[in-house]
Nanobody, 118 residues
Framework: QVQLVESGGGLVQAGGSLRLSCAASRSIFSLNAMAWYRQAPGKQRELVAVISNGGNTNYADSVKGRFTISRDNAKNTVYLQMNSLKPEDTAVYYC????????????WGQGTQVTVSS
């Protein structure tokens, strides 16, 4: 079991920055990957960025060059630095942790709202 708690969301003007944090209840080094997803009203949840326990990262095309995912193993925390925010980045952002064993286990945080005004 992994509990995930997000923080750092809020209201920001277009062009501004926010940093989201996701604190895990256990060592994130033991998790195969951690990711950020987002869901805008009326849309499906989409993958924003993912980081493996080896530090490899991948991003959605829509955020490449603007968002950076990182991890601090000592603090059991994953971050999403979001720069040059656009109104279309407005969504609820969810932290996700993946554990691979005989099957895949996904754990989710409660979500944090990010609103970008134009």
């Amino acid at each position: 079991q992994v509990q995930l708690v997000e923080s750092g969301g809020g209201l920001v003007q277009a062009g501004g920055s926010l940093r989201l944090s996701c604190a895990a209840s256990r060592s994130i080094f033991s998790l195969n990957a951690m990711a950020w997803y987002r869901q805008a009203p009326g849309k499906q949840r989409e993958l924003v960025a993912v980081i493996s326990n080896g530090g490899n990262t991948n991003y959605a095309d829509s955020v490449k060059g603007r968002f950076t995912i990182s991890r601090d193993n000592a603090k059991n925390t994953v971050y999403l630095q979001m720069n040059s925010l656009k109104p279309e980045d407005t969504a609820v952002y969810y932290c996700n942790a993946v554990v691979l064993g005989l099957r895949r286990w996904d754990y989710w945080g409660q979500g944090t709202q990010v609103t970008v005004s134009s």
